[in-house]
């Protein structure tokens, strides 16, 4: 039989090579500030508050870390609502100074806006401040103006606490504190309130995080003795407004709340007036509660027992 050749239909024309240009992905941006909100058992004022800050001025550059600081609400769902925001779970209630520093230590931003779940921002408040802190090296902290839900001031020119003022403070008065001036465009504060504060985190870095000795409170007054020694300065701007809605504390009912309060206190001063200082402070509020027969917050005095993640639950 003869061969049977089958032509050959490949075509021998070259074939061109198209090619496809990669799709570039930008370059993810760095945030300038990182607004830090700690509650505990507060998920509808964090809700309100976050809304807020969603709707600010350079959103991509906020990075916005809500901490859930062992509550028993619906805060652990914030970032199923907003899932542009981080959300840190505790197990259980650290007390604000922990929570700060692991606050801190989180967040990626330079700037650090500490915020009370119960203050709400306008959408320009961040970037002012920001702005603010970036105009003077010799600042560490700025901080806006607190009005009420009415458009009132509240904020207050509060002076470092003494040991009247501490005393005060834990029998719970109010700290004596100056009206502000509003007609200043920025006014020197010694002790700046840190439900709403913006401070450089290299500052925070600086002086080694806030000082754990503090359970919940009297951390900020330390910060503002930091602040003061090293000679730096922190500023409250009028014109930069946010609005406080008025909310009991969570914690209100908590007894240890006011035997923190004491050791806090106690720590302060024997941290800047001598360790007798603190001793005597402590002692004179053993004996307080030995006279009143409040055995309970007699026990947690004497222990020193801080609302710090340690306390029993």
């Not at 050959?8 to 799709?23: A, G, K, Y």
Request: net charge negative; hydrophobic share 40%; glycine share 8%.
């Amino acid at each position: 039989m003869p061969e049977v050749r089958r032509k050959d239909t490949r075509r021998e024309d070259p074939v061109e090579l198209i090619e496809i240009p990669r799709e570039e992905t930008a370059a993810p941006v760095e945030p300038r500030v990182t607004a830090i909100l700690i509650g505990h058992n507060q998920a509808a004022a964090l809700r309100r508050a976050v809304a807020a800050l969603e709707k600010s001025k350079d959103r991509e550059r906020l990075e916005i870390l809500v901490i859930d600081c062992g509550g028993s609400d619906d805060s652990s769902m914030l970032d199923t609502e907003f899932p542009d925001i981080s959300c840190l779970r505790l197990p259980h209630d650290f007390g604000l100074t922990k929570t700060l520093n692991i606050g801190a230590r989180t967040a990626k931003a330079e700037f650090l806006f500490y915020l009370s779940p119960n203050v709400e921002v306008a959408p320009d408040t961040i970037s002012k401040l920001a702005d603010a802190l970036d105009s003077d090296s010799e600042l560490s902290a700025v901080a806006p103006l607190m009005v009420d839900e009415q458009g009132r001031s509240i904020s207050k020119l509060y002076t470092l606490p003494t040991r009247e003022g501490l005393s005060a403070a834990c029998a719970g008065q109010s700290l004596p504190g100056g009206s502000i001036d509003e007609s200043q465009e920025s006014i020197a504060i010694e002790y700046p309130s840190i439900d709403a504060l913006l401070v450089r985190k290299y500052f925070v870095k600086a002086i080694n995080y806030f000082d754990e000795r503090f359970g919940h409170r009297w951390a900020d007054a330390d910060l503002a003795m930091q602040i003061k020694r090293t000679q730096k300065k922190a500023r409250l701007y009028p014109a930069i407004r946010v609005t406080v809605h008025a909310a009991p504390d969570p914690r209100a009912k908590d007894s240890l709340l006011q035997v923190d309060c004491v050791l806090g206190a106690a720590a302060y001063l024997g941290k800047y007036h001598g360790f007798m200082g603190g001793l005597t402070f402590r002692l004179g509020a053993i004996f307080g509660a030995l006279g009143r027969f409040q055995f309970g917050k007699l026990i947690s005095l004497l222990s020193g027992q801080k609302l710090d993640g340690t306390q029993s639950m």
